[in-house]
């Protein structure tokens, strides 16, 4: 898990990006999980989502984008209101489902298991029955990386 989310260098800039990953509570229970990527495919479909989505999004048809790419400006020019109107949509609608949680004290491979067998990239981290982070796939490779290197 994550302690450190920012580290800032020298020149007094942030070098390293912070939470990149929410986590969504109803009444102080965990309900879901909010991410980088779930926020864009949301608010910007035509650039994150999948090819459908993103064509979709734009008024186009498969078709269409293979016959004649001449409106394409004409699609793009409502992006910014697109992008100010899909900004209402509501957090439970986009977040992630709970697929698992760990325990703040489990190994590695617990963790990596877990990730593996239910399919997801980040898993929320308990102490008993408290919310105390979050385990991202990028924190398990980091921390593999480490362990490598030694």
Do not use: W
């Amino acid at each position: 898990m994550r302690k450190k989310y920012c580290q800032v260098d020298e020149s007094q800039e942030c070098t390293e990006s912070g939470h990149r990953t929410g986590l969504v509570l109803v009444d102080g229970k965990l309900v879901g999980i909010l991410d980088f990527q779930s926020i864009m495919r949301a608010l910007m479909p035509e650039i994150a989502g999948k090819l459908s989505d993103k064509l979709e999004a734009l008024g186009l048809s498969i078709a269409f984008a293979e016959a004649d790419a001449s409106d394409f400006d004409d699609a793009r020019a409502g992006f910014k209101e697109r992008v100010l109107q899909n900004a209402m949509t509501k957090v439970g609608d986009i977040m992630l489902k709970l697929r698992g949680h760990i325990d703040a004290d489990a190994d590695l491979m617990k963790a990596l298991k877990l990730m593996h067998r239910n399919r997801v990239t980040v898993l929320p981290v308990f102490e008993g029955e408290k919310v105390v982070g979050v385990l991202r796939d990028s924190d398990l490779f980091l921390a593999t990386a480490n362990i490598l290197a030694d």
